[in-house]
């Protein structure tokens, strides 16, 4: 946090606003990910743009071949 005097000194021809004591915060993004998660997504069979049925089973049928020891194929659009 800082003072008037310091923010002056850094930026002297800064446009100062007269915010009549309110307050302003910046716009925080949270762009974090789940490193887990993450990782388990990579194993996923996605059916991003797949506009049929017969696709969506392709798709599945091909992770089965890949990987047929696996208890389950997992999925995401």
Do not use: C
Request: hydrophobic content about 40%; proline content about 4%; glycine content about 12%.
């Amino acid at each position: 946090m800082g003072d008037a005097f310091t923010a002056q000194r850094l930026r002297p021809n800064a446009e100062i606003i007269d915010l009549e004591n309110r307050l302003v915060v910046p716009g925080f993004v949270d762009g974090h990910a789940h490193v887990i998660g993450t990782g388990k997504a990579l194993g996923q069979v996605s059916l991003g743009g797949a506009g049929t049925v017969d696709q969506i089973q392709q798709r599945v049928k091909a992770r089965d071949i890949e990987q047929p020891e696996s208890a389950r194929i997992l999925v995401f659009r």
